[in-house]
């Protein structure tokens, strides 16, 4: 059934010749998404566009991420504002590459993050109900076509266990709760009820796997990720 709508996918974009084959990757926090980007960085015809989280930590001197995790009732709103412009951004930004790599998409900012802190109540309805009217107008009127999206799943305890090994300052408030509830969202969206709208077809991979031997997954899903010719 995968293969099938892959297939559909690849045909769509052989009927808009000149169009790039755009491979989204989602994941909890911690899942490997960098990890993945830059293996997938090494082949010809790829252009990787990693997600901005540099410019969310320095906005013209200011940190949107850290306000975000400090106070999250107050900033919420502002990061997740930011977040959804810069993630259009990569959307559009044109590129001369076969392939079109991204980091996260517009849509799990939506459906996973601002999903969470709707219920959560830390963000009110009035401020959910302005990104959600900017998010409808977006999806609606702009390109912003995925062709393949690869899931990284992951378990909570282990993407909890990296992130605190990491130790990015900003995310030592992240509990290990928040990281379930956040498998859980993406779970529904991407594997088990489809609980919104999936923008393309979902390949999902193990990405429990450390990070010496999973090289051999993403091998072993090369030529789906890549859109290649059998
Ligand atoms: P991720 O987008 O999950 O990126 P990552 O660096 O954890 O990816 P990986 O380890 O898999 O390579 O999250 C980056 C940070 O931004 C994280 O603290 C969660 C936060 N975030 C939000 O709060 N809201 C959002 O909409 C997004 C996309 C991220």
Redesign the pocket.
Known sequence: YLLQKVARSILKKNMQPGRPFIVA?E???????????EYFNNFEGVEVLS?P?ES?RNLNGNNL?GL??EDPKKW?FT??SY??LT?LQNHLKPTKASIKLM??SIF???Y???EKMKRDRILPHSSAAVLDAWFQWITNSMNINIDLIVY?RTSPEI?YQ??ME?N?P??KL?SLEYIQSLHEIHEDWLNNKCLHHCPAPVLIIN?DLDKAIIQREYQHWKSAILNEKP
């Open positions: 990757v994941g909890n926090i911690g899942s490997g998404k960098s990890t993945f980007l997600e989280v969310w991420l975000m995790y919420s990061f997740q977040v959804q993630m980091e996260r799990s900012a939506r996973c993050f601002v990284l993407v990296r992130i990491r990015r900003e995310e992240v990405a």
